[in-house]
């Protein structure tokens, strides 16, 4: 399987991601809604309610099988991208379902039951783990950075921005820095263990392109030092 990223016109344009597929070859799209085009025998491709082992309490999902050979082309939204991921054999890091884009053929997946405190700090009962041989996508708002974790010195990570860890990391929700850091950021996993973290590095945008609007200095300092600042004084 061949995946070729298209060029991207311009700030907040989106990005287009080619797949051609060889005779024999098969891929599964988790969102094919974003298939824009296609080339082939129309058989080659097969939508489907997909169960993944009663993930999201059997919540049903469609997905789309497509064999080779064929290509087609997926269209991603502004602020999203996608990485490609190449699998050898089993990989220890644990991945939220809703960043999967595409898996091809010899990937395996298996699901992890957290446990019951990081089920309500996150929300979330599982997560995914892939094995096998083979390429994965994942879904990203911005570019993807990798982070090694300590077994002791703990990494403070963006509880939003984590896109996968590794299973034996021990993780703490939290806040850090003085009061007035801790007040006004979003709340960050304090991980520690072996491996590496993976990061999405886009998704505080946002937050950058309101702060460089010209509100006028009196309107910026109450909206950083008054609790809830940020969300009372527009």
């Not at 996608?82 to 939220?96: F, N, P, Q, T, V």
């Not at 491996?195 to 998704?203: D, F, H, K, M, T």
Request: glycine share 10%; hydrophobic share 40%.
């Amino acid at each position: 399987m061949n995946i070729v990223f298209e060029e991207q016109g311009g700030y907040g344009s989106g990005q287009a991601v080619r797949f051609s597929l060889q005779q024999g070859e098969l891929v599964h799209v988790l969102h094919p809604q974003q298939i824009i085009a296609y080339r082939g025998n129309p058989e080659g491709r097969a939508d489907s309610l997909m169960n993944i082992k009663g993930m999201y309490r059997k919540k049903k999902l469609i997905q789309a099988r497509i064999s080779g050979p064929s290509e087609f082309l997926a269209a991603l939204p502004p602020s999203f991208s996608m990485k490609a991921i190449r699998l050898e054999g089993e990989s220890d890091l644990l991945y939220d379902a809703r960043h999967l884009f595409f898996y091809s053929t010899g990937v395996t997946m298996k699901t992890r039951i957290l446990s019951v405190k990081n089920m309500f700090v996150t929300r979330d009962a599982v997560k995914m783990k892939f094995a096998g041989n083979g390429e994965i996508g994942i879904l990203t708002q911005g570019i993807v950075c990798e982070a090694e974790l300590h077994p002791v010195e703990p990494l403070f990570v963006d509880a939003g921005s984590v896109i996968a860890y590794p299973e034996n990391a021990k993780l703490e929700l939290c806040v850090y820095g003085n009061h007035l850091a801790s007040q006004h950021m979003n709340y960050h996993w304090k991980m520690t263990g072996r491996g590496s973290v993976l990061i999405q590095a886009g998704r505080q945008n946002d937050k950058l392109e309101r702060d460089m609007k010209d509100d006028g200095l009196v309107k910026r300092i109450l909206r950083e030092v008054i609790p809830f600042g940020g969300i009372v004084i527009k």
